[in-house]
């Protein structure tokens, strides 16, 4: 089992849609989560970080943390063809080692 | 944005050349990282920096060597490239390592033909 797991995609969704990422993670040790954004050709960008299980939410963006069950969304409301690209989800193990730990990214889609 | 800069910023050469790519940060942060992109593979690792002299290997260290002399550069070295390690590279930095938000550079697209 790979340490960060997230579907590839495409996740398409329509413009004014919910799009629902997830990423499960193996290190139950794990204690704060980050999503990143990265548009084609660019480098990733942070857009959300989660600390504690329940919801955190930022604008149209809502992470959700489920520590027992080991995985954390991300949410996208109303969502904006300026919202496709591909999320990067980050679970950093146990302890600060330094190392970073990222799923492989899903690609969404928004179509007008 | 986080004052970081990569160079060069794309680069093509040829198998068994040496290549070096640099990472330079304005931000004096402590923890600073090598990353390739591959398409299916995302992010992954290659080394990472602690502090000046500090470093330590990521999940893809084999064939790929770092230094860090001065806390604002740091760099990633292929001693002979290979066509495998054709990729775009990204440095990273962070202040409080992996628990905390990292900064990434624009990037360094190598061919290596």
């Known amino acids: 089992q790979k340490e960060v797991e997230q579907n590839s995609g495409p996740l398409s969704v329509p413009e004014g849609a919910i799009a629902s990422l997830n990423c499960t993670y193996s290190?139950?040790?794990?204690?704060?989560f980050f999503w990143y954004r990265q548009y084609s050709g660019k480098s990733p960008e942070l857009i959300m970080f989660?600390?504690?299980?329940g919801d955190k939410e930022d604008g149209r963006f809502t992470a959700q943390l489920n520590k027992a069950s080991q995985y954390v969304s991300l949410l996208i409301r109303d969502s904006q063809p300026s919202d496709s690209a591909t999320y990067l989800c980050?679970?950093?193990?146990?302890?600060?080692?330094?190392?970073?730990?990222f799923g492989q990214g899903t690609t969404l889609q928004v179509k007008p | 944005d986080a004052g970081i800069t990569q160079s060069p910023r794309h680069k093509v050469t040829e198998t068994g050349t040496p290549v070096t790519l640099r990472c330079h940060q304005t931000?004096?942060?402590?923890?600073m990282y090598w990353y390739r992109q591959d398409p299916g593979h995302g992010l992954r690792l290659i080394h990472y920096?602690?502090?000046?002299?500090?470093?330590d290997k990521g999940e893809v260290s084999d064939g790929y060597s770092v230094s860090r002399s001065k806390t604002e550069d740091f760099l990633l070295t292929l001693e002979s490239a290979t066509s495998s390690q054709t990729s775009v590279y990204f440095c990273?930095?962070?202040?409080?390592?992996?628990?905390?938000?990292?900064?990434f550079g624009p990037g360094t697209r190598l061919t290596v033909l």
């Open positions: 990273a930095i962070s202040a409080g390592g992996s628990t905390d938000t990292q900064y």
């Open positions: 290190d139950r040790g794990s204690q704060s």
């Open positions: 989660i600390y504690s299980n």
């Open positions: 980050d679970v950093p193990g146990s302890g600060n080692t330094g190392k970073l730990i």
């Open positions: 931000e004096n942060h402590r923890y």
């Open positions: 920096s602690y502090g000046v002299k500090d470093t």
